[in-house]
């Protein structure tokens, strides 16, 4: 079974010509699911040929605009384009209104079912939703607003164990989500800094090379994917060599990448 990301996006919060915002299509066996939506998401999907109607649920990890930015644009988009079917939006509290506010003030019309789930819960790991190729659940990051992980698993068939893929951005040093990350296939952190600057790290809630490596490397995780990278960094070898010394494991997301969850 097909179990892969489509990295739209894998920039921080100053978009790039390299690194758009942050954006990913997960794909389990053609069953698609959009991980943030920042902005120029709707855009970047048309680039990497990703089919726009055929997303019914979308994860935002939490409503910084370069995360949840290009949100309206799409739904819009999907209006326009004469979808019919339902969309499910799931996001910290304050998505709804953000959302409602918006198509008020601008006008604007959305012609299908749009449902918010929208999170608010500080311990533990949450089930959203199930299909019958995956599962997706929720838990909790540290940032300096509302943010949350998501954690996708194949429901596989026949006796082999289920691949699963974790969505880690943004958030500083936790040892807190190690449970809920514990021995993932494919674990995906926001890593927006170098260890030089881990003071800022620190002090905007974010995390550096060595502390996503240290994370994987105590979770168990099979590899690492480097996300959320800062526009200072104009070559990525630098940010790979620091992750390497605490995690061999460990790639660092381009956009139009596509990256296999793997046994």
């Known amino acids: 079974m097909n179990f892969y990301t489509t990295i739209l996006g894998s920039g921080a919060a100053i978009p790039t010509v390299a690194r758009h915002c ?3 299509v997960v794909n389990v066996n053609g069953f698609r699911i959009l991980l943030d939506c920042g902005e120029n998401t709707q855009t970047q999907l048309r680039v990497y040929h990703q089919k726009m109607q055929g997303i019914a649920h979308i994860c935002i990890t939490h409503l910084h605009g ?4 290009g949100l309206p644009g799409l739904l819009s988009s999907m209006h326009l384009c004469g979808r019919t079917q339902p969309v499910t939006v ?31 819960f500080s311990e533990g790991m949450q089930l959203l939703f199930e299909s019958n190729l995956c599962r997706v659940y929720a838990f909790p990051l540290l940032h300096s607003v509302p943010t949350y992980g998501y954690l996708i698993e194949e429901i596989p068939r026949g006796a082999n164990p289920p691949r699963r893929y974790a969505y880690c951005s943004d958030t500083t040093y936790t040892e807190t989500i190690l449970p809920f990350v514990e021995g993932v296939n494919l674990l995906c952190m926001e890593s927006t800094f170098d260890k030089a600057f881990t003071s800022v790290a620190q002090e905007k809630l974010h995390c550096t090379t060595e502390m996503a490596a240290t994370l994987a490397a105590k979770a168990g995780a099979k590899h690492l994917l ?4 800062s526009a200072r960094y104009k070559e990525p070898e630098k940010l790979l060599a620091e992750a390497q010394e605490f995690f061999p494991q460990v790639s660092i997301a381009a956009d139009g990448e596509r990256y296999e969850v793997q046994y």
């Open 90 to 120: 799931y996001a910290p509290a304050g998505i709804r209104q953000s959302m409602d506010l918006l198509m008020e003030v601008s006008g604007s019309h959305i012609g299908f079912e749009l449902n918010y789930c929208e999170l608010d």
């Open 22 to 24: 942050s954006a990913q």
């Open 226 to 229: 480097l996300t959320h990278i």
């Open 66 to 69: 370069d995360h949840f930015f």
